[in-house]
């Protein structure tokens, strides 16, 4: 059977490569020129996805590229100096198997371990899908496949042509969150070096291979005036935000007309009653985002592709069969995600100078605590900061 999956970023390549293991036959279409390298963030691989990440042989690669953060210093209003927190232990305690590596890191890595077996298709992307499987292309000649993957991410264009306009399924929970690449000057490897105030959070991070740091901005905000791809415009919105909060801070927006990568968008939901119609399904955040940033998005995407592919092998190909299999799988996780990621922007986020204390001490306190009772406590929490670490890895060796 042809598979024709959309997007290459991490649920793509993920569930391409499960598929030709299972002998589909399988065709990625990117829209970008390349694999893309937009400077992406440091994002975090829970147990069931460092699990699935081992039986793709791929472990050791992706344990060579942990950006080794392990401390936090947080500048806070009213206070002189800052906090330091051992952020290491907090992740210790939370997660039986946790890595944190930079996204385009881990993107190319899941690219490459099935990159022979597939074929990727670049600087293309779908115009149409009838409901025969004949797909048409921006550039390329039209093509016949038996199922369409949308892992398109949150702006999926898949979605789109299948379900309808993306404003009927999202739900803005209430802040922004921006990247910016920066000269690695501004960050100790190693190391997360943050302001905290009510209403905005930033830090910059340098991981341990050196190159580049990152700047996170995250805000609240009511709802912005912006088109997705219009940079000149979120530029404008995040120095809006964050001016004049901390000199170090004014150094850190003084980078965004220096060329660096840059990302912007809002913190939103995907709320589908279904991510499946006819012979085209949805994985990922193309189909139920729980929040950039917030709500382990990429864990969830790893193991949302990983249950799709085997849910069709053990159907045989047969939608009908795979996508009910397959979203009764992922209910479950999906909805927890959401609820989870709610709280963590009120959290990560605080409206309070008081809630800057309590997200600043808290951590502090895990980071204190002998590890064996900081894990003891995390673990009487599964639907909080253990939520990621206990989805359940379904078994598909036998098909």
Known sequence: MRVLVSGASIAGPVVAYWLVRYGFEVTVVERAQRLRKAGGHAVDLFTPAIDISERMGVLDEIQAKATGIDRMVVHRPGSARPVGVDIGKVFTAISDRHVEVMRDELSEIYYTAARDDVEYVFGDSITAID????????????????????????HSNVRSLVFGPEKDFTDFIGAYLAVLSMPGRHADPGVFTGHFRPDRVVGVYGDRHGGDARAVFLFRSDPLEYHY???DRQKALLRAAFAGMDPMV????????????FYFDSITQLRMDTWSRGRVTLVGDAGYCPGPAVGGSTSLAVLGAYTLAGELAAAGGDPERAFPAYER??????????AFARGAARSLVPTSRFGVWALVNGSRLVAALPTPIARALARLNT???????T???KDFSGV
Do not use: N, Q, Y
């Not at 797909?135 to 991410?153: H, K, L, M, N, T």
């Not at 799988?329 to 959401?338: C, E, L």
């Not at 639907?383 to 670490?389: P, S």
């Open 229 to 231: 791809r219009d940079t």
């Open 131 to 154: 409901p025969d499987g004949t797909v048409a292309f921006e550039r390329g000649a039209p093509r016949r496949f038996d199922i369409v993957v949308g892992a398109d991410g949150l």
């Open 329 to 338: 799988a992922m209910a479950d996780p999906v909805r927890a995600s959401r």
């Open 391 to 393: 989805m359940e890895v």
């Open 250 to 261: 004014d150094a850190w927006l003084g980078e965004l007309d220096a060329g660096g990568a």
């Open 383 to 389: 639907k909080g900061v253990r939520l990621h670490d």
